[in-house]
């Protein structure tokens, strides 16, 4: 176990839908990364935050936001969902911002279809 | 081309076998990730590597930094370790970029 709880572990959806995911970090974790890996793509870097703050931005469509609250959970906003979106998404946590020296915990990810 | 290539994309060895699993990328970096993702989907971290070598059981990370070259052994290889293997580099950002990884079954 990680320590890095994502929910829901699966969602199935409609196109032009809207839908929410949510992590929460291994404790004491300020760093929070959204991953999204697709059969064509492969995994992807979305978005980090730092202790509330956004750290870095990666291939994040414009139909997608995140944040983090302050008790450092993260929720990912998926909107006008296209079967395109149709993908595992992961988060993981990290202690400080600068993962470079530290590993990184995955959460078990959830799966989105789009249908 | 991508920035990250793995090989060999599937691997398949018997138990106990040694196995040797290749990342190479194009772009200077500050650190590399090696994960594990098992059949269920889950991401394991296995190692972090900024240089040198590293060894967590039967697992053994290595890096060149001169040559843009890390490997991944394994030693007794044994059918639990059937995974996704996954490289991932991290350059002067917090942006990982990932391999598109090796798929490896071990069979008794």
Known sequence: DSGVTQT???????????????????????SVYWYQQ?????????????????????????RFSAQQFPDLHSELNLSSLELGDSA???????????????????????QLSVL | KNEVEQSPQNLTAQEGE?????????????????????????????FMLSSGKKKHGRLIATINIQEKHSSLHITASHPRDSAVYICAVRRNT???IFGTGTRLQVFP
């Open chain 2, 18 to 46: 040694f196995i040797t699993i290749n990342c190479s990328y194009s772009v200077g970096i500050s650190a590399l990730h090696w994960l594990q993702q098992h059949p269920g989907g889950g991401i394991v971290s296995l």
């Open chain 1, 8 to 30: 829901p572990k699966h969602l199935i959806t409609a196109t032009g839908q809207r839908v929410t995911l949510r992590c929460s970090p291994r404790s004491g974790d300020l």
């Open chain 1, 88 to 110: 595992l998404y992961f988060c993981a946590s990290s202690a400080g911002f600068r993962p470079t020296n530290e590993k990184l915990f995955f959460g078990s990810g959830t």
């Open chain 2, 94 to 96: 917090d942006k990982l």
């Open chain 1, 38 to 62: 697709s059969l064509d793509q492969g995994l992807q870097f979305l978005i980090q935050y730092y202790n509330g703050e956004e750290r870095a931005k990666g291939n994040i469509l414009e």
